[in-house]
């Protein structure tokens, strides 16, 4: 397929052509080429000492089974969650996982180092190649405070990705947050299903240009004057403080932000993962794409300090999200329209669009 041009020159460049999120095409390009290459959140982390915790990245679209395998000593590892002999899936909940892993298809029993210990009825030795593959550190896993990512062997690992660079950037900014014990609440746990391309809705998350129309609510608590925008290889953040100082975060001596309050950062992690952070802890979105015009994104809450919860910017998700899902479904229709327009960025507002449209282009044309 010929890709859209995207000029590196922001004032001479245009948004993605309309036809181009609904394009089968495109999205399974962007399958292979984007998601399938990319650095992945994996959410659930860990369990406890001798557990086994199934975890899936991106269901529909990816669908890659993998299991965190933690034995008795803490020492976990993210394996393939697919037997080794037929493709079983070996554990679908998370469980106590005392004397390894058995497939429940014909039997063959894992150590919770991926190993194959054992199988009767093949009536031959057992092969290295019956191991269970794994996503070992630091190639293909990497962590950060509460926050673990993987992504899966790449053919060409020059091409895309060479390291996660928006590791750094995360390090930078709020490690020292993220250095605190956070707790995983259910309770902040939600999913969404918007009728658009997932690429309609990053662009969307990447502007604060839309708050003060779409959002109400929070443009009474964001300070609009203070959004500032910054670019990294592999992603960008959006720096935000509250009005009247609500939900700052106290920064600590030396920190990049200092002498300005901050009560949220907003990351954008190439493709399509979203950390936002706040006083209280992380709030993460996923977007996972289910097909050339539909996708799904899925909510996660890591709480650092609960007293803080429902106060600032980050309080209100789920009614940002109804409404930020209704906004992104109608430019989906729009953009059917045969009359709609390749529009100009706002020079102001949309250079993260235009930066992870460049991303995304040159990911989708790589070798
Ligand atoms: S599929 Fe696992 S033993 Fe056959
Ligand atoms: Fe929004």
């Not at 460049?13 to 290459?37: C, I, Q, S, T």
């Not at 395998?69 to 070996?90: F, M, V, Y």
């Not at 892993?101 to 009536?123: I, K, N, Q, S, W």
């Not at 592999?234 to 609500?246: E, F, P």
Request: aromatic residues 10%.
């Amino acid at each position: 397929m010929v890709l859209p041009d995207t000029d590196p020159d922001i004032e001479r460049a245009r948004w993605l052509p309309p036809a181009f999120y609904a394009d089968p095409e495109a999205h399974a390009l962007a399958r292979e080429k984007v998601f399938a290459r990319a650095w992945h959140l994996v959410f659930p982390g860990p369990g406890e000492p001798g557990s086994l915790v199934p975890v899936t990245l991106l269901p529909g679209l990816l669908d890659e089974s993998l299991l965190w395998a933690t034995d008795k000593r803490g020492r976990s590892r993210l394996l393939s969650n697919a037997c080794t002999h037929r493709g079983a899936i070996l554990c679908d909940s998370p469980r106590r996982a005392v004397a390894g892993l058995a497939c429940p298809y014909h039997g063959r029993v894992f150590g919770l180092d991926g190993r194959c210990r054992e199988h009767g009825g093949m009536g031959r030795e057992p092969e290295p190649t019956w191991n269970l593959p794994e996503l070992d550190a630091p190639r293909a896993l990497r962590a950060l405070g509460p926050l673990h990512f993987a992504r899966l062997p790449v053919e060409h690992p020059s091409a895309t990705w060479p390291e996660p660079a928006f590791l750094g950037e995360l390090q930078r900014r709020v490690g020292f947050l993220l250095a605190e014990p956070h707790r995983d609440d259910p309770e902040g746990a939600r999913v969404y299903e918007v009728e658009a391309n997932w690429a309609l809705y990053v662009e969307n998350y990447l502007e604060g240009f839309h708050l003060r129309w779409v959002h109400p609510g929070l443009s009474r608590q964001v300070e609009a004057e203070s959004y500032a925008y910054e670019l990294f290889p592999g992603g960008s953040l959006q720096v935000a403080s509250g009005q009247d100082g609500a939900g700052d975060v106290a920064l600590p001596a030396g920190h990049p932000d200092a002498g300005r309050r901050v009560a949220a950062w907003y990351f954008h992690l190439f493709p399509a993962t979203f950390l936002n952070v706040y006083r209280w802890g992380v709030s993460v979105n996923v977007v996972e794409p289910l097909g050339p015009t539909r996708c799904r994104v899925r909510y996660r809450r890591l709480v650092r300090d609960a007293t803080a919860l429902g106060e600032g910017p980050g309080a209100q998700l789920h009614e940002v999200e109804l409404e930020d899902d209704r906004i992104v479904a109608s430019v989906a229709q729009g953009y059917r329209s045969r009359l709609a327009t390749r529009g100009r960025y706002s020079l102001v507002h949309e250079r993260a669009v235009h930066h992870f449209h460049r991303m995304y282009i040159e990911a989708l044309g790589s070798a």
